[in-house]
């Protein structure tokens, strides 16, 4: 099956500085990358939706200017949580899924974000 | 938008019975029904989906059946086993692709 990285895995960072995650599908093009956000004992929550060379489309209530999404190349997107504090701190998993919106969505392995 | 409801939130079994979680949507213009597992701290996996075009999929000891006119559809484990302890998860998608995930069953399968 296609198989979607992330990097890092762990980050732990100080308040107030910014953490990049990186989403990589690596065995075929993503037109589409999704970011979620999932807080402990919670379900998959929707940030935002990248489709490759445009600007990414933000969920009601997440702030596009603390949640950078650049979506730079069909195999390539990243997620940049500005001035973290720590009710940032979550698990953030990206999908990248390939040509139409009912096909398949592959999962990242999720970056765990703990700000101090 | 689409408007998920999952239950039962838990769910206890013994070794071998038969698991079922119900997931119902509002959306009708969704056309695609995943269901996923996660264990702690990992990826969503998917394990089985269905497409509008059909009312039941199996997999062996995973099957899911859609009802798009009653707007639902559900999860059947058979013969369940300890390792199919995790949180289960509906995500259909909305008419935009969008997967909108259920809130969770947690399933506890006991030897």
């Known amino acids: 099956g296609a198989v979607v990285s992330q990097h890092p895995s762990r980050v732990i960072c100080k308040s107030g500085t910014s953490v990049k995650i990186e989403c990589r599908s690596l065995d075929f093009q993503a037109t589409t990358m999704f970011w979620y956000r999932q807080f402990p004992k919670q379900s998959l929550m929707l940030m935002a939706t990248?489709?490759?060379?445009?600007?990414?489309?933000?969920e009601q209530g997440v702030e596009k200017d603390k949640f950078l999404i650049n979506h730079a190349s069909l195999t390539l997107s990243t997620l940049t949580v500005t001035s973290a504090h720590p009710e940032d701190s979550s698990f953030y998993i990206c999908s990248a899924r390939a040509g139409t919106v009912d096909n398949e969505q592959f999962f990242g392995p999720g970056t765990r974000l703990t700000v101090l | 938008g689409e408007n998920v409801e999952q239950h039962p939130s838990t769910l206890s079994v013994q070794e071998g019975d038969s698991a079922v979680i119900k997931c119902t949507y509002s959306d009708s213009a969704s056309n695609y029904f995943p269901w996923y597992k996660q264990e702690l701290g990992k990826r969503p996996q998917l394990i089985i989906d269905i497409r509008s075009n059909v009312g039941e999929k199996k997999d062996q000891r995973i099957a899911v059946t859609l009802n798009k006119t009653a707007k639902h559809f559900s999860l059947h484990i058979t013969e369940t086993q300890p390792e199919d302890s995790a949180v289960y998860f509906c995500a259909p998608t909305d008419s935009w692709g969008k997967l909108q995930f259920g809130a969770g069953t947690q399933v506890v399968v006991t030897p």
């Open positions: 990248s489709n490759e060379g445009s600007k990414a489309t933000y």
